[in-house]
């Protein structure tokens, strides 16, 4: 065995990535501005359509309407604003700890507290916005059934223990013998 065959195995170094094959797993559940695009389609009530110019082959996005508007677009980036603070990578790193019968006073509270904050950010600004009376519920109801579980993953700190389980990292050295006289070869 050469000697850069031995240091090459003495310092090898193995990544194990249990239940997940891409390396960005970790990303993928952090990941929320599908959720914020989700929402935003709903409330322009369109959706979009990728599309390939038979011609050119160029692939397009384009945003194709699905019924009325929920509200206008100052409303729409008021509501979005409002929402990614509650629905991003950091605030799902946070923990609400649990009184260990499964209880969470923190969670519950502020479960509680958004939906409070939200009906009066639309409730107060519907007029402006351009929202109709009728859709106010159903836009509470939409946002609030994403916050509910979302916010889950803050209690008993599951979220940030759960990331042992996605990226593992383990170093390993081997030491072979060498060829001369049954000692170990680390020296030429």
């Known amino acids: 065995m050469s000697d850069q065959e031995i240091e090459q195995s003495l310092n090898s170094v193995t990544s194990n990535n249990s239940g997940y094959v891409s390396q960005g797993a970790l990303a993928i559940r952090l990941e929320t501005s599908k959720i914020l695009e989700d929402i935003e389609l709903f409330l322009r009530g369109c959706k979009l359509v990728v599309q390939q110019d038979e011609a050119t082959g160029e692939i397009s996005t384009k945003r194709v309407s699905m019924g009325e508007q929920k509200a206008n677009d100052l409303g729409v980036q008021a509501i979005l604003n409002y929402?990614?603070?509650?629905?991003?990578?950091?605030?799902?790193?946070?923990?609400?700890?649990?009184?260990?019968?499964?209880?969470?006073?923190?969670?519950?509270?502020?479960?509680?507290?958004?939906?409070?904050?939200?009906?009066?950010?639309?409730?107060?600004?519907?007029?402006?916005?351009?929202?109709?009376?009728?859709d106010i519920e159903g836009i509470i109801d939409g946002i609030m059934k994403l916050v509910i579980p979302f916010m889950t993953r803050l209690i008993d700190n599951k979220e940030r223990e759960s990331y042992d389980n996605t990226i593992r990292h383990t170093e390993s050295s081997n030491v072979r013998e060498g060829n001369s006289g049954g000692g170990l070869k680390f020296f030429s």
């Open 83 to 134: 929402i990614s603070v509650i629905i991003n990578p950091q605030v799902v790193q946070g923990n609400f700890p649990s009184d260990g019968k499964g209880m969470c006073i923190m969670y519950d509270k502020y479960v509680e507290e958004v939906n409070i904050d939200l009906v009066i950010l639309l409730v107060t600004n519907c007029y402006n916005w351009k929202i109709k009376d009728e």
